[in-house]
């Protein structure tokens, strides 16, 4: 498998392998994106490049990673028994420089980011979260590790917020999923086979299955399946019409988890949590 630096279509680094053709395009200095993965000759991650290239702009699409928290909290404020701290929607990781290094077995990269003055202004705890992605032929498997380098309990939420590429937001289904759901737009429960009806009107949705989900494209000829682990195996489900996207997450916990207790993972001082994920694409009949 091959790292190479590219400056167009913008710029990033393009780590593939030569055999399958399959290929992954990275961002380390915006947020450690994942930007790009093409399998069997489909690009099957969405992007806005056109906001991309606007700094101004938040980014839409790719793999923006969620940390310390996901999701908003009420006011910006993060209650902790050291204080009360000001933290934006789903943290600050998705803004940040990362760095970025080939894993020594050649199969992938590794992105790390570690505390700053300005993350710990936000959240008062010296981390280091180090994701390694690993690329096979039509499967990305991603593993992060949350270590704790400070001398306090660290609490925290992790997730990540992938956008997929649909051939249209009427023509794909999910399989896998439970009866019941999360409406994040009204904080309710709600029947799930309600909320993916209303797709092309947008969703916002948290559920909790018992194992792998499944996105299927019929008129695609493709699904993709997300593969949990727990604690990872949270999935939310978000559309933004009218663009032919859907972002398919997996969370540790629902928002504002380090306030209610539900699912808030905690890190002991020098102690690490490792996380992983993985998605796995393949044809269906047409």
């Known amino acids: 498998m091959a790292l190479q630096q590219r400056q167009t279509p913008y710029p990033h680094w393009e780590f593939s392998d030569p055999a399958s053709g399959d290929l992954l395009r990275v961002v380390p200095e915006r947020g450690g994106l994942i930007s790009g993965w093409r399998?069997?000759?489909h690009e099957l991650v969405y992007l806005d490049?056109?906001?991309f290239l606007d700094p101004s702009q938040s980014v839409r699409g790719g793999?923006?990673?969620?940390?310390?928290?996901t999701g908003g909290l009420p006011d910006?404020?993060?209650?902790?028994?050291q204080g009360d701290y000001s933290l934006g929607q789903h943290g600050f990781a998705r803004?940040?420089?990362?760095?970025?290094q080939p894993l020594a077995t050649g199969d992938g990269l590794a992105l790390e980011l570690t505390d700053t003055p300005q993350t710990l202004a936000a959240y008062p705890f010296p981390f280091r979260l180090t994701m390694e992605l690993r690329l096979s032929a039509g499967a990305l498997d991603i593993s992060t590790r949350v270590e704790n380098r400070g001398d306090q309990p660290m609490p925290f939420s992790f997730g990540l917020h992938p956008y997929f590429n649909i051939s249209s937001l009427d023509g794909v289904r999910f399989e896998g999923l439970p009866a019941t759901c999360l409406n994040h737009l009204t904080m309710a429960e709600a029947a799930t086979a309600g909320q993916i009806e209303a797709m092309a009107a947008g969703i916002d949705l948290l559920v909790r299955p018992t194992g792998p989900v499944r996105l299927v494209d019929e008129a695609a000829g493709r699904s993709l399946e997300l593969q949990l682990s727990h604690p990872l195996d949270l999935v939310v489900i978000w559309t933004e019409p009218p663009r032919a996207m859907v972002c398919l997450e997996p969370w540790t916990g629902p928002r504002q988890a380090l306030i209610s207790g539900d699912r808030k993972l905690v890190v002991e001082p020098g102690a690490s949590t490792l996380l992983h994920t993985r998605y796995a694409v393949s044809q269906t009949p047409t």
Do not use: D, M, T, Y
Request: hydrophobic share 45%; aromatic share 12%.
């Open 76 to 81: 910006n404020r993060l209650p902790l028994p």
């Open 95 to 100: 803004q940040l420089p990362w760095q970025l």
């Open 39 to 41: 399998s069997g000759g």
């Open 49 to 51: 490049e056109a906001r």
């Open 63 to 69: 793999f923006p990673v969620l940390f310390p928290i």
